[in-house]
């Protein structure tokens, strides 16, 4: 299957200290998603990238993608509180099946 | 927000019975999938549902069954229940612009 590693799988940071995941694939990706899970919550989706080398900002958040679109990061600058949850990379087969291949996640601790 | 509801939100089953999860939107989706995610994990693709028919299936084993409505509502059923059946069950909606998925709150289930 098209499987999605993801590193690293837990990360406690400061209040105001930066964060990254890492997303990557040994095969090439057709496109790669986000979603953030808030602990007891469910996977909320933050944006999808699908060209080669793509880098795409929400806020204090920055996504890229890989130039050989096999590996993507989650960048959080000045983390806050209100970021805390776990993290997931998905990958799409590339149909329009809509089936979703999610890393295990990366979850993130602030500590105010 | 699709305003995807999921019933029930908390569910305890014993070993070898059958259970039943329901899913439904308030606007008409004519593709819903559904996922599994153990403690810890990433959700896992179970199946797919479009236009009432199943759409693409993961690894997971045939007692395993869902159902589609014609109002869209679905269903999913898992018979002979095992202790590893045990995790939080989503059912999703495709968004109409990419291929993401919008999730429903969920259905925590125990197995004892």
């Known amino acids: 299957g098209q499987q999605v590693m993801q590193i690293p799988q837990y990360q406690h940071v400061q209040e105001g200290e930066d964060f990254t995941t890492y997303c990557n694939s040994s095969?090439?990706?057709?496109?790669i998603q986000w979603y953030k899970q808030r602990p007891g919550g469910h996977p909320v989706f933050l944006i999808q990238l699908v060209k080669s080398g793509e880098v795409k900002k929400q806020k204090r958040l920055t996504f890229q993608f890989g130039e050989a679109k096999k590996n993507s990061s989650l960048h959080i600058t000045a983390t806050q509180t209100t970021d805390v949850g776990t993290y997931f990379c998905?990958?799409?087969?590339?149909?329009?099946?809509?089936?979703?291949?999610f890393g295990r996640g990366t979850q993130l601790t602030v500590w105010p | 927000e699709t305003g995807v509801t999921q019933s029930p939100t908390h569910l305890i089953k014993t070993r070898g019975q059958q259970v039943t999860l329901r899913c439904s939107s308030q606007?008409?989706?004519?593709?819903v999938s559904w996922y599994q995610q153990a403690l810890g994990q990433g959700p896992q693709f179970i199946f797919q549902?479009?236009?009432?028919?199943?759409?693409g299936r993961g690894n997971f084993p045939p007692r395993f069954s869902g159902l589609q409505f014609p109002n869209y509502s679905s269903e999913l059923n898992v018979n002979a229940l095992e202790l590893d059946d045990s995790a939080l069950y989503l059912c999703?909606?495709?968004?109409?612009?990419?291929?993401?998925?919008?999730f429903g709150p969920g259905t925590r289930l125990t197995v004892l």
């Open positions: 998905a990958a799409d087969r590339g149909s329009t099946l809509g089936r979703l291949y």
């Open positions: 549902y479009y236009r009432e028919e199943e759409n």
């Open positions: 095969t090439t990706l057709s496109n």
């Open positions: 999703a909606l495709k968004g109409t612009s990419h291929n993401e998925q919008f």
């Open positions: 606007s008409g989706h004519n593709t």
